[in-house]
């Protein structure tokens, strides 16, 4: 376990925590049941569906691997729901500013990112009903994945969803600023089981290939760098 009296590093997101740090995010000590659960699914679907994952060893079976990636876009539209439904408050507050410039320039902000958090809403709610559709029919082989085994377990341990628009070399995989275009998402996990460490990417094959041109980039990373071209995905 990477727990230290039921607590684990965790980085916190949010405005507050942004301004704080000049910019910059700086891990806090966390409750390891706040750092690593969310309420997306309910005790019993939650057993049901990941039961193949978590009370067996993992063996980078297709199902394995498509469900590791399908808990990681579940959160992604859990949390990405959540943000969506603090545009209203953060409207009222923006029109209650006695600053005339600084109400407009919030506004302009808070436009901006309501647009765009609608947009990555809906591209989550897709990516998640497509996922879901290959669950239903137990088609696990449609959904593609690379695994990385390490001998060690993991000192860092995280999971999500994200769009990626370069590989790991810089080259440019996708524009997701092109609103007329539906990004291909990519989904990530770094996790241990029995002592050894596992990381994992999952995605669904899309027409720009997204995901095989980023795993390849990183397949490409010497092994002595791996470690450090992780930490900055992370």
């Given at each position: 376990a990477i727990a230290r009296d039921g607590h684990v590093y965790s980085f916190l997101p949010s405005l507050e925590n942004i301004e704080r740090g000049n910019g910059l995010l700086e891990p806090e000590l966390r409750g390891i049941n706040q750092a690593s659960t969310f309420s997306g699914f309910?005790?019993?679907?939650?057993?049901?569906?990941f039961a193949p994952m978590e009370k067996h060893d993992f063996e980078c079976s297709d199902e394995q691997c498509f469900l590791v990636g399908y808990r990681a876009i579940a959160r992604e539209l859990y949390t990405k729901t959540a943000s969506a439904s603090t545009n209203p408050m953060l409207r009222d507050m923006i029109a209650a500013q006695t600053n005339d410039e600084r109400r407009e320039g919030l506004g302009s902000i808070h436009d901006v990112y309501t647009a765009a958090t609608a947009v990555g809403l809906e591209n989550a709610r897709n990516s998640k009903l497509a996922h879901d559709a290959i669950l239903v029919e137990r088609n696990f082989e449609v959904a593609a994945s690379y695994a990385v085994f390490c001998l060690k377990k993991k000192d860092v341990m995280c999971s999500g969803g994200f769009f990626p628009e370069q590989d790991f070399t810089g080259n440019e995989l996708q524009d997701v600023a092109d609103l007329s275009a539906t990004p291909e998402l990519l989904s990530f996990a770094a996790f241990s089981q029995g002592g050894k460490g596992w990381i994992v990417f999952s995605w669904l094959p899309g027409p720009k290939e997204v995901g095989i041109?980023?795993?390849?980039?990183?397949?490409?990373?010497?092994?002595?760098?791996?470690?450090?071209?992780?930490?900055?995905?992370f």
């Open positions: 309910c005790g019993i679907h939650d057993d049901k569906i041109r980023f795993v390849q980039s990183f397949h490409e990373i010497a092994d002595d760098n791996i470690g450090d071209a992780l930490v900055r995905l």
